[in-house]
């Protein structure tokens, strides 16, 4: 499904009219007028990414961050299908999803969306309180989660 036509029913459902697609070709939103979502179709065309910025890294703390980041990344252990990224020059962090248009419908994007809006919280949370950098989250899936690991 278009990302057009996704954002289009999901508009419709959520009964939110003044949903509009910006003049980039961005469609951004906010859920429960905290969390800023943007949804972009990627430059071939073939999909589009949902991301969000879940926070700034303080300066002083890079040596701390980057390590809970690169941990949470692997095998998606703290961010599920999405991905965490650092844009260099603000040291914003993003959370970002791909999606493929030719096997993405809107009920896979919907409960994709909700998935992905926990994944966001989540690390907002854990950004802006120290503490919880130190802490493995609860109930989380074992790193390997059944794949076997090759080192080279």
Same mark, same amino acid.
């Given at each position: *499904?278009?990302?057009?036509?996704? *954002? $289009?029913?999901?508009?419709?459902?959520?009964?939110?009219? $003044?949903?509009?697609?910006?003049?980039? +070709?961005?469609?951004? %939103?906010?859920?429960?007028?905290?969390?800023?979502?943007?949804?972009?179709?990627?430059?071939?065309?073939?999909?589009?990414?949902?991301?969000?910025?879940?926070?700034?890294?303080?300066?002083?703390?890079?040596?701390?961050?980057?390590?809970?980041?690169? #941990? +949470? $990344?692997? %095998?998606?252990?703290?961010? +599920?299908?999405?991905?965490?990224?650092?844009?260099?020059?603000?040291?914003?962090?993003?959370?970002?999803?791909?999606?493929?248009?030719?096997?993405?419908?809107?009920?896979?994007?919907?409960?994709?969306?909700?998935?992905?809006?926990?994944?966001?919280?989540?690390?907002?949370?854990?950004?802006?309180?120290?503490?919880?950098?130190?802490?493995?989250?609860?109930?989380?899936?074992?790193?390997? $989660?059944?794949? #076997?690991?090759?080192?080279?």
């Amino acid at each position: *499904m278009k990302l057009d036509e996704i *954002m $289009n029913k999901y508009k419709e459902i959520q009964k939110t009219p $003044n949903l509009k697609k910006g003049k980039e +070709g961005v469609w951004s %939103f906010k859920v429960n007028n905290r969390y800023r979502l943007d949804l972009v179709k990627t430059s071939d065309e073939k999909g589009f990414f949902i991301y969000s910025s879940v926070g700034a890294i303080t300066p002083g703390l890079e040596a701390e961050i980057y390590p809970s980041l690169l #941990k +949470g $990344n692997l %095998f998606g252990a703290e961010t +599920g299908k999405a991905v965490l990224a650092v844009e260099p020059e603000s040291k914003t962090i993003l959370l970002f999803q791909y999606f493929e248009e030719d096997s993405t419908s809107f009920e896979l994007f919907n409960r994709s969306l909700e998935e992905f809006l926990s994944y966001v919280a989540y690390w907002t949370e854990k950004l802006f309180n120290p503490d919880r950098l130190k802490h493995e989250p609860q109930n989380r899936t074992p790193l390997a $989660n059944g794949r #076997k690991i090759f080192l080279a």
